[in-house]
């Protein structure tokens, strides 16, 4: 017999009952959780594609009772939502890249241990996490550098966050210092070595940053609401939620089966351009995340684990 054959099979490891039970419940708690977070995004779905006039009547959840492309029409009728999403990208693109840039800059000079005043710096920073002048001095700021009714205020705010920046100097620091020192004893600059050793080996915090501020760059309307002025420089979002609060306003709101059976209103209700409205926003920027996700489980688990 050989000594293969003389090697007793291992019996497999048996679950108990109570392990079993438990297992189930995790199963069922994490289906319900997605369910809960599924079905109401499949229901917003489902009434940007059905009648405005049907849907107010209820008893639509999973599939259009009338189908009907009319809501988004509606949303792309005046041609401003084009403009919009033009000044969206220019602003998302240019936006993620300069506030990736500059942030993956300062968090390598914060992770030098040489760098003079590190910790007051760094204090100074956090500070701003806690303390803002508010918005009237952040207005008044603005108007001096400029930068109102400019497409610039999207960009310029937004370089650095320091919720992110913190993220990268904590991600450059679990790099081996080992390949900075081999680097500057080949003759590699401070620049060299940020582009050549650190960038390369941070693309999961990269990754994350990026769609963070490019999330923050898309569905931001609040800096072309109050900031700008010209029409023309309007981000989608707030082109839409000016279309909508003009919808809402001019509009006669439908508020039973029976007014909205007697009432002779058009196919297209605020409600239901509401629902357009949210998918037109969302469903780009949900595309981005398919070519990041490889990266996104390990980038946001950056500073849990120590050690």
């Not at 008893?59 to 009338?66: A, E, L, T």
């Not at 930068?147 to 920046?165: A, C, H, K, R």
């Given at each position: 017999m050989s000594k293969a054959q003389r090697i007793p099979k291992t019996s497999a490891?048996?679950?108990?009952?109570?392990?079993?039970?438990?297992?189930?419940?995790?199963?069922?708690?994490?289906?319900?959780?997605c369910l809960i977070i599924l079905l109401p995004c499949l229901n917003v779905l489902v009434l940007a594609f059905n009648d405005g006039k049907d849907a107010a009547r209820g008893?639509?959840?999973?599939?259009?009772?009338?189908f009907t492309l009319?809501?988004?029409?509606?949303?792309f009728k005046d041609g401003s939502i084009s403009k919009a999403y033009i000044v969206t990208i220019a602003r998302t693109v240019l936006?993620?890249?300069?506030?990736?840039?500059?942030?993956?800059?300062?968090?390598?000079?914060?992770?030098?241990?040489?760098?003079?005043?590190?910790?007051?710096?760094?204090?100074l920073i956090t500070f701003t996490m806690l303390f803002g002048g508010g918005m009237i001095p952040t207005y008044i700021q603005?108007?001096?550098?400029?930068?109102?009714?400019?497409?610039?205020?999207?960009?310029?705010?937004?370089?650095?966050?320091?919720?992110?920046?913190?993220?990268?100097?904590?991600?450059?620091e679990g790099i081996p210092e080992s390949l900075e020192e081999s680097a500057k004893l080949d003759g590699c600059g401070f620049f060299?070595?940020?582009?050549?050793?650190?960038?390369?080996?941070?693309?999961?915090?990269?990754?994350?940053?990026?769609?963070?501020?490019?999330?923050?760059?898309?569905?931001?309307?609040?800096?072309?609401?109050?900031?700008v002025n010209d029409t023309q420089l309007w981000p989608v979002q707030t082109v839409l939620q000016q279309m909508l609060t003009k919808a809402m306003n001019s509009q006669q709101e439908v508020t039973s089966v029976a007014q909205a059976l007697a009432h002779n209103t058009v196919s297209v209700t605020s409600d239901s351009l509401k629902m357009a409205a949210v998918v037109v926003t969302t469903v780009p920027i949900l595309?981005?995340?398919?070519?990041?996700?490889?990266?996104?489980?390990?980038?946001?688990?950056?500073?849990?684990?120590?050690?």
């Open positions: 490891i048996k679950t108990s009952s109570s392990n079993r039970v438990i297992q189930v419940l995790i199963y069922l708690v994490i289906i319900g959780l008893g639509i959840w999973f599939w259009p009772r009338q009319e809501n988004f029409k509606e949303v936006g993620t890249f300069f506030s990736l840039f500059v942030t993956t800059l300062a968090g390598f000079a914060l992770k030098q241990k040489d760098l003079p005043g590190r910790t007051v710096i760094t204090m603005y108007k001096n550098l400029h930068l109102l009714n400019s497409f610039w205020v999207y960009v310029v705010p937004s370089l650095v966050s320091v919720t992110y920046l913190l993220m990268v100097r904590t991600f450059f060299k070595i940020y582009t050549l050793i650190m960038l390369p080996l941070s693309k999961p915090v990269i990754a994350v940053v990026g769609l963070y501020t490019a999330v923050n760059h898309w569905n931001d309307w609040f800096a072309g609401a109050f900031y595309c981005v995340y398919p070519f990041v996700q490889k990266y996104f489980a390990k980038g946001a688990m950056i500073g849990a684990v120590k050690g």
